[in-house]
């Protein structure tokens, strides 16, 4: 499931890659977790490396946050890209999304909102998507070797610890339940 990959293999195979930031906000109880996937490829034949993993520690305001993504996406290799930055507002809600819509970033926002529902729906700029969803989409990547970890990234050993114990249990009820995901 992990994998020591370099960044030069494979970019000859595959067309110019796109960069997605996924960020899962937390601050006192959950970490806040940054992930930036590349993508190579197009369609249901794309292949995702993880090419950084962070925790910022725990009780990090959010505007030390926004300023540390506004860094990253400043990167000569990022700022030539057009970048994804996917944000999960479930918790915090809009007004930390604000913050991100305020700061000019050089990427476009996707405000990802997470529900116990049963199909995607989208009200203005906001996806509200099932969390069966969302694991999924992990599950499938993984299981056809189309997401891949490197070895040496801080955090991976923990990332792949966490989706190891990821799980779904169906209650009495018929409903599907999720746990586990973090720690």
């Not at 994804?84 to 050089?106: K, W, Y």
């Not at 050993?157 to 586990?180: H, M, P, S, W």
Request: hydrophobic share 40%.
């Amino acid at each position: 499931m992990i994998y020591n990959y370099g960044y030069n293999d494979e970019i000859y195979y595959h067309p110019a890659p796109k960069y997605t930031f996924g960020l899962d906000l937390g601050q006192v109880k959950d970490y806040t977790a940054l992930c930036i996937l590349e993508r190579h490829g197009e369609g249901d034949t794309a292949i995702y490396h993880a090419r950084h993993l962070q925790r910022f520690a725990l009780g990090t305001s959010y505007p030390a946050i926004v300023v540390s993504v506004a860094e990253m996406l400043k990167q000569p290799l990022l700022s030539k890209e057009k970048v994804r930055l996917a944000i999960d507002e479930t918790g915090v809600g809009a007004p930390v999304v604000d913050l991100f819509r305020q700061a000019r970033l050089r990427a476009t926002l996707y405000p990802i909102h997470i529900t116990g529902g049963a199909s995607v729906n989208q009200d203005r700029d906001v996806e509200y998507v099932p969390k069966r969803n969302l694991v999924s989409v992990v599950q499938v990547a993984l299981q056809t070797d189309r997401l891949k970890i490197a070895a040496g990234l801080p955090e991976a050993q923990t990332l792949v610890r966490e989706l190891q114990n990821f799980q779904v249990k169906i209650t009495d009820a018929a409903n599907d339940t999720y746990g586990a995901w973090r720690e």
